[in-house]
């Protein structure tokens, strides 16, 4: 009884230490960073040397107020949109004409874009944070 108790206490802890444990790991990393850029000042040094990680959180120090990735999803995700809207409302008013020009112009979007499904993924999985190219 109690180790099940003390196995369900631990599940659900875990999550809230591994959150504390990036807390600091990033805390440690932003004073590496300015560590960096500090001593590369004394010494009057053009380039300082980041990894990717050091990369990312300093990526991450102006984004808060930032909509760019919002709102290349929006222009990217658009086709879409309209074309599903466009298939909708051709059917919803009985208008084949609507769902063949939507249809032809999504096929000369991805013809004019290359391909379209990849940078779809890109995009999203971007916007969630997940790296699909390096």
Known sequence: MLASVVSVLSQAISPVMGYFEKKEQRKTTEKGIAGKIAMKKDDNAAQVDFNNQEWEIISKRGEPDSWKDEWVTIVITMPLVFHYLSVFFGVLLNRPE?????????????????????LLTIVICAALGIKVLK
Do not use: R
């Not at 769902?99 to 096929?107: G, R």
């Open 98 to 118: 609507i769902i063949e020009a939507s249809s032809a112009a999504l096929v000369s979007f991805k013809d004019l874009v290359g391909d379209y499904g990849l």
